[in-house]
Every structure is written in structure tokens, then in C-alpha cells.
């Protein structure tokens, strides 16, 4: 809501995401891009009303970390670099054509919850910038965006792998702290 306030685009607020009443909304504003942050499944027949279609932003780096919860797939993965990625909407969830993505080493805290809200909130700093670029230059990035190559598909961890995200991040704490020492 801020972001959409900030950058003067209209907001709305509807019941549900795929109801009925989300598809009247987008056919009675009959738009040329809708835009999605932060948002679960949408339905075709939600993201093929915009003219342009839908686009999302993706907390993390697509598409290496599909279905990704932002951050801790990397960690568990030993990658110490996050992102985000604005892509197409499209049948397949987290799949559509990257229009713009940015990677940036991961802020490590002493704990995993103090990590994933630090980052969280550099993401939040970071992408609407980007959206507000994405937005106005959409029909030129939609035209020299490819398709993705195949990614990883990430969802709920088990307690063993949430049990590896606290290990390795802990350890990546230590190393950027002994980095910072030297």
C-alpha cells in the first residue's frame, strides 16, 4: 500500500485473490499491468485480464530458488548471496520470463530470525525502485526477456533442514565477523 501510494498508482483491497470479485475489479479498471507483491497463487483468470499481464516480485533469486521462502533456501544451500527478481506471471508458478533481478550478498545475524528480518527489510528498501522501472519499461523488457532455464523448487523445510539454516548460518556469521576483524 505504501509503495503503490509513494509511486501515485492506485490501490485496491479485495476479500480474496482469485474471487469473483478480483476478476470484476481488473475488468472494470481494464488495465494495462497488474502487479503482484508478496501474493500466493494467482489465477489465469486473474493475471490474463491486464493487457501487458501481471508481473511479480519474487523475494530471491529465480531460478535457482522457486516457491522459495526469501533467504533461508540459500543458507541452507551455502550460497551467501540474496535477491529478488520482478518476472512475468504465468501457468506455472515462479517460472515466468525475469524482467529485472538483483543479487546481493546475504547481512548475516548471530541468529537465523535476526537474518531473515535484517534482509527482509534491505529487500523491502531496495525493490521499489525497481518495480516503479520494471512498470515504466515493461514492453522493452518484455522484449529481450528470455525464458528461465530449470530452477530449484524450495518449499516448508523439514526440522533437519531448518536445523542446517541455523548452522550454516551461524557460521557464516562467524566468518563475516572474523572478515570484519581482519
Known amino acids: 500500500k505504501t509503495v503503490a501510494a509513494d509511486l501515485g ?3 485496491y483491497e479485495v476479500t480474496g485473490l482469485n474471487t469473483d470479485e478480483t476478476v470484476e475489479l481488473f ?3 481494464a488495465p494495462d499491468l497488474g502487479v503482484s507483491l508478496g501474493n500466493g497463487f494467482i489465477s489465469p483468470r ?8 501481471m508481473i511479480n516480485l519474487h523475494t530471491e533469486v529465480l531460478p535457482a530458488y522457486q516457491n ?25 508458478i515462479d517460472a515466468g520470463r525475469i524482467l529485472l533481478q538483483r543479487r546481493y550478498p ?27 522501472y520494471v512498470v515504466n519499461h515493461i514492453e522493452e523488457l518484455k522484449a529481450t526477456a528470455e525464458p528461465q532455464s530449470r530452477g530449484g523448487h524450495y518449499t516448508t523445510p523439514s526440522i ?5 539454516m541455523v548452522l550454516n548460518n551461524r ?12
Open 9 to 11: 498508482i492506485p490501490y
Open 27 to 29: 475488468k472494470s479498471l
Open 46 to 53: 486473474i493475471f490474463e485480464i491486464p493487457r501487458l499481464g
Open 68 to 92: 522459495a521462502s526469501a533467504i533461508i533456501w540459500p543458507i541452507y544451500c551455502n550460497d551467501p548471496y540474496t535477491g529478488y527478481t520482478l518476472h512475468e506471471i504465468v501457468r506455472k
Open 106 to 132: 546475504i547481512a548475516f545475524e548471530e541468529s537465523l530470525e535476526q537474518t531473515v528480518r535484517k534482509n527482509k527489510a534491505i529487500t523491502d528498501s531496495r525493490y521499489p525502485e525497481d518495480v516503479a
Open 160 to 164: 533437519w533442514q531448518f536445523l542446517r
Open 171 to 182: 557460521k557464516f556469521f562467524k566468518n563475516q565477523k572474523k572478515r570484519h576483524l581482519a
